[in-house]
């Protein structure tokens, strides 16, 4: 009894602790500025169209973001006469 009594008062817990993160995560969200709200909403409309997880849309948008700073480099290196692309 003492056992099944010692994991009711732990689980208690800890779906006290969800609820207050849970909370805190919603006040979090109703604090974004207008901004944020727009850049949130249009991710998530980029999600639903496009049929792939979120980790794999999410590694995609590394992939590109790294290309880009690739490119970035190579125009900064070129530009200052160090390297010749062609």
Do not use: C, H
Request: hydrophobic content about 50%; overall charge positive; cysteine-free.
């Amino acid at each position: 009894m003492k056992n099944t009594a010692k994991k009711e008062k732990e689980l208690e817990a800890r779906e006290r602790a969800l609820r207050e993160r849970e909370q805190a995560l919603e006040k979090r969200e109703r604090e974004l500025g207008p901004f944020s709200q727009a850049l949130k909403i249009k991710k998530e409309e980029w999600y639903d169209k496009v049929k792939l997880t979120v980790r794999q849309m999410d590694v995609i948008i590394w992939i590109a973001g790294g290309l880009l700073a690739v490119v970035i480099v190579l125009i900064a290196l070129e530009a200052a006469g160090i390297f010749k692309l062609f």
